[in-house]
């Protein structure tokens, strides 16, 4: 069968038309793809500079390096302040206020309190009076960050609260736990200590292992545990020389844990 020359020239330009097409098409699709990343908007500058003060401060405060901390601090409440939002600072001060809970630090949150509670959500309320160590109901544990919902139905320690509290991921949130839970229950349980120290200890956070293993040493000294004792005072002896030989920087922590019963 002969093929004439007209019919492949146009069966030719056919095909290049249709490629043509598809390649339009494609580029349209690509800057309809392009225009919407550039449409979405930017992260407000304090937003972004907060985040990194407070990350800054969080570190140091874990690592005992309290001036790096309280500078970095103040650089985040003074980026907050540029919003004059009170929702926006209380949230930065429960941020802290949970930090140096989850260390043993157990002061009132009074920079949280000086600001007017009429601007403050019902979730920041909530979460106050959970770091506080309330009981708190239905509606208010709804409130909660995740982390922290299940903790709040706990009275007690148990084998079920020390797993619910095992499978929180984030090591922080497990400490907080930890801590609310004890502060809660009014016991110092040696099974909740030892996590809060294999927690500490894992993440290397000199300040809040520092705090839980001085409240290790003491309450195993109460109860005749000697050898837990020695092995609490031998770690912390590691964690305050810096090791074997080296002089360690010194941590700004109150050693009396005895607020903790």
Same mark, same amino acid.
């Given at each position: 069968?002969?093929?004439?020359?007209?019919?492949?020239?146009?069966?030719?330009?056919?095909?290049?038309?249709?490629?043509?097409?598809?390649?339009?098409?494609?580029?349209? =699709?690509?800057? #309809?793809?392009?225009?919407? +990343? /550039?449409?979405?908007? *930017?992260?407000?500058? $304090? !937003?972004?500079?907060? &985040?990194?003060?407070?990350?800054?401060?969080?570190?140091?405060?874990?690592?005992?390096?309290?001036?790096?901390?309280?500078?970095?601090?103040?650089?985040?409440?003074?980026?907050?302040?540029?919003?004059?939002?009170?929702?926006? =600072?209380?949230? #930065?001060?429960?941020?802290? +206020? /949970?930090?140096?809970? *989850?260390?043993?630090? $157990? !002061?009132?949150?009074? &920079?949280?309190?000086?600001?007017?509670?009429?601007?403050?959500?019902?979730?920041?309320?909530?979460?106050?009076?959970?770091?506080?160590?309330?009981?708190?109901?239905?509606?208010?544990?709804?409130?909660?960050?995740?982390?922290?919902?299940?903790?709040?139905?706990?009275?007690?320690?148990?084998?079920?609260?020390?797993?619910?509290?095992?499978?929180?991921?984030?090591?922080?949130?497990?400490?907080?736990?930890?801590?609310?839970?004890?502060?809660?229950?009014?016991?110092?349980?040696?099974?909740?200590?030892?996590?809060?120290?294999?927690?500490?200890?894992?993440?290397?956070?000199?300040?809040?292992?520092?705090?839980?293993?001085?409240?290790?040493?003491?309450?195993?000294?109460?109860?005749?545990?000697?050898?837990?004792?020695?092995?609490?005072?031998?770690?912390?002896?590691?964690?305050?020389?810096?090791?074997?030989?080296?002089?360690?920087?010194?941590?700004?922590?109150?050693?009396?844990?005895?607020?903790?019963?």
């Amino acid at each position: 069968m002969r093929v004439h020359a007209p019919f492949l020239t146009g069966l030719f330009e056919a095909s290049k038309q249709a490629t043509g097409a598809v390649l339009l098409v494609c580029i349209a =699709l690509m800057l #309809l793809v392009v225009g919407g +990343c /550039a449409s979405k908007p *930017a992260t407000p500058q $304090w !937003q972004t500079r907060t &985040a990194s003060a407070m990350a800054l401060s969080e570190a140091a405060y874990l690592d005992g390096q309290e001036r790096i901390a309280q500078q970095s601090l103040q650089q985040a409440r003074e980026e907050v302040s540029r919003t004059a939002s009170v929702v926006e =600072l209380a949230r #930065l001060e429960l941020r802290q +206020c /949970a930090l140096q809970i *989850a260390s043993l630090d $157990w !002061q009132p949150c009074s &920079a949280y309190l000086t600001l007017p509670q009429d601007g403050v959500t019902p979730q920041l309320q909530a979460y106050h009076r959970y770091l506080g160590g309330a009981m708190l109901d239905t509606a208010e544990r709804a409130l909660l960050p995740p982390a922290q919902r299940q903790v709040a139905t706990i009275v007690e320690t148990s084998d079920a609260a020390l797993q619910a509290l095992r499978a929180i991921d984030e090591p922080l949130s497990r400490l907080l736990g930890v801590a609310v839970l004890m502060r809660r229950s009014g016991a110092p349980d040696p099974a909740l200590i030892a996590l809060a120290v294999e927690t500490a200890s894992h993440e290397g956070w000199r300040r809040p292992l520092l705090a839980w293993l001085l409240l290790q040493q003491r309450q195993a000294t109460i109860a005749g545990d000697s050898a837990l004792a020695n092995e609490a005072a031998s770690r912390i002896h590691i964690l305050q020389s810096g090791g074997c030989c080296m002089p360690a920087p010194s941590l700004a922590l109150p050693t009396d844990t005895s607020h903790v019963h």
